[in-house]
Structures are given as structure tokens and as C-alpha cells.
């Protein structure tokens, strides 16, 4: 079958189409034939290495890529709950492995693996899983019911955060570009910031003491820390993104992991986001797109 591998660290050219061998599910995994992969950040961190030197991911001499994937259920091992022919939606959150998900094939626990929602092409579906987890578990570190900041919240993980905590009862601030305010206020934003300096100041003036959290979906770090009340919450969401807590405010990184049960929930409320759809075969220019930014959703791969 054919996969998306990573053999040396680099650019978008480093990614290499590949001949592998079809995997097998073993007990309590199904193997899914890929019918669209997203295409994600995280992918482009592994393949530059960012990842490996960070500390998240070890050293190997093959790399798969791809979180993300929609497709069907092919073969499922014993004590798995899902049955060849189902259509499913599901989460690679073991990303050191040399096999992802821009593949022909993908092999998952069950457990990261949800039903896909029902009416929404699989081409859709695949923009769910890891925006829609990573969105859904950094706002379960936050106790507060007061508010909270979304920066970078016209993106696929903050446009979930603004609907999610929009859906909780939160007073939500969100910091995106200027042509960005109609969308961001369509997920449920109450206020609007666009992206720009001083943003403390520009918070502290629209909410009195600031936030009482903040989601930094665009890692702006201090900037976005200095817009905190003392002694609220700050969530990060990349590895080496954490500020230091000044002023005793609690900071945490979101560390996503699968979450089938969370899925099927989040698939049935959140809307896909796409930006594009690409052969897999082209998994490098989808790459060199996700480098030059201004996505709105994500492109997904289809092989």
C-alpha cells in the first residue's frame, strides 16, 4: 500500500511516497482504509524535526505523519466494537510509529476511533478529531466560569474553543485578524480583538483586571499571559510554549490523547472545517500550504 513517510528531517520535499506493508489489527484495533487525513501542524513539526528536538517524539529512522482520519473499517481485531463496513472517524495520538495516517490504510485502538456523523461527508469528517479534542481538553483544565481569552480563534482549534466555551456559559474574548470578527462572532465570541500589540492593555480595557483565562491557540506566550488577572489560568498548546507563571497564574499545556466516547459527542455538535482537498499524493504542497498560513479549517488528504 501506499504511505507518506519521513526519513530525514526538512522542508516539505523531505516527505516521501512510499510502498509499505499493509498493517494488521491486532486485539481491541480496527484497521481503517483511509478515505481523507487532515492535514495539521503537528505534521509539519514532526517533518521538520521541531518535534524530535523538542523532546516529544524519539529519534527514528521512519516517521509516519498524520493524526486525523476518516474512512471505513476494513478488519478489526478481537474485542473491538466497531465491525468491517462501519464508517468511522479517529485519532493517531501515537505519533513516534512509522506509519500515520496519509496512508491507503491505518490501524487504531479502538478506543480512538468514533462513529462518523451521520450526513457529513468523510472529506469533512476528518477535520474533526484532533482540532476538536485538543479544543475540548484544554477547556477542561479551566475552572473558571468567568472569562476567558481565545487568541488565534478564527483557526481550527480556536474556532472550536470560542464554540465550546461559548457552549459552557463563558464570557469569551477572541483575538483573530481584523476580517476575521463576523466569523469568530458566529462561534460564539461576545468580544473581539483583533491581532495586533499591546494586546493586554487592549483586553484589560474591554474586560476590568483581565481574563480570567486564557486559550493561546496562536503561542503568543507572554503577550498573552500579561492579559491574565493574577492568579487565573493560562493553557498552551504547543511543547516549549508554556510562559512562566508569573503572578500566580496556573499555566498548563494540553496534551491531547484519544478519545473516542469525546469524539462521537464532539462530532455531533462541532461542523467540519475544511480548507481544501488535495490527492495524497501532493501531501508535500498541502505542506507548503499549511507553511504559508491564513487557513481557515484544514486541508485534507485523499487517497
Excluded at 43 to 69: C, F, H, K
Excluded at 163 to 177: P, S
Excluded at 188 to 204: M, N, Q, Y
Excluded at 210 to 234: I, N, P, Q, S, Y
Amino acid at each position: 500500500m501506499r504511505a507518506v513517510v519521513v526519513r530525514r528531517f526538512g522542508g516539505p520535499e523531505v516527505l516521501e511516497f512510499a510502498e509499505v506493508p499493509v498493517p494488521a489489527p491486532g486485539p481491541g484495533q480496527v484497521r481503517i482504509r483511509v478515505a481523507a487525513a487532515a492535514v495539521n501542524p503537528v505534521d509539519a513539526a514532526t517533518r521538520s524535526g521541531a518535534l524530535t528536538g523538542a523532546g516529544v517524539i524519539p529519534a527514528r529512522e521512519v516517521l509516519g505523519l498524520g493524526w486525523d482520519v476518516a474512512g471505513e473499517v476494513d478488519a478489526a481485531g478481537t474485542g473491538a466494537r466497531f465491525r468491517p463496513g462501519d464508517t468511522v472517524i479517529g485519532l493517531r495520538d501515537r505519533i513516534a510509529l512509522p506509519l500515520g495516517a496519509y496512508a491507503d490504510y491505518v490501524v487504531l485502538d479502538a478506543s480512538a476511533v468514533a462513529l462518523a456523523p451521520a450526513g457529513v461527508p468523510l472529506v469533512e469528517a476528518a477535520t474533526l478529531p484532533l482540532n476538536a479534542l485538543t479544543a475540548a481538553q484544554a477547556l477542561d483544565l479551566v475552572e473558571t466560569t468567568g472569562t476567558v481569552l481565545v487568541t488565534g480563534a478564527a483557526g481550527a482549534v480556536g474556532g472550536y474553543a470560542v464554540a465550546l466555551a461559548h457552549a459552557r456559559g463563558l464570557q469569551v474574548v477572541a483575538v483573530a485578524g481584523q476580517a476575521d470578527e463576523a466569523l469568530v462572532r458566529q462561534f460564539g465570541a461576545d468580544g473581539f480583538l483583533p491581532r495586533g500589540p499591546a494586546l493586554a492593555d487592549r483586553v484589560r480595557a474591554l474586560v476590568p483586571g483581565g481574563a480570567d483565562a486564557v486559550l493561546d491557540t496562536a503561542l503568543l506566550g507572554l503577550d498573552a499571559l500579561d492579559a491574565v488577572r493574577g492568579g487565573g489560568e493560562f493553557v498552551a498548546f504547543a511543547a516549549g510554549a508554556a510562559p512562566i507563571p508569573l503572578r500566580g497564574v496556573r499555566v498548563r499545556n494540553v496534551w491531547i490523547r484519544a478519545d473516542g466516547e469525546r469524539l462521537a459527542e464532539l462530532a455531533g455538535i462541532l461542523p467540519p472545517r475544511v480548507a481544501g482537498v488535495l490527492p495524497l499524493a501532493e501531501a508535500s504542497t498541502a505542506h507548503e500550504r499549511l507553511a504559508g498560513g491564513g487557513l481557515r479549517g484544514r486541508l485534507v488528504l485523499t487517497p
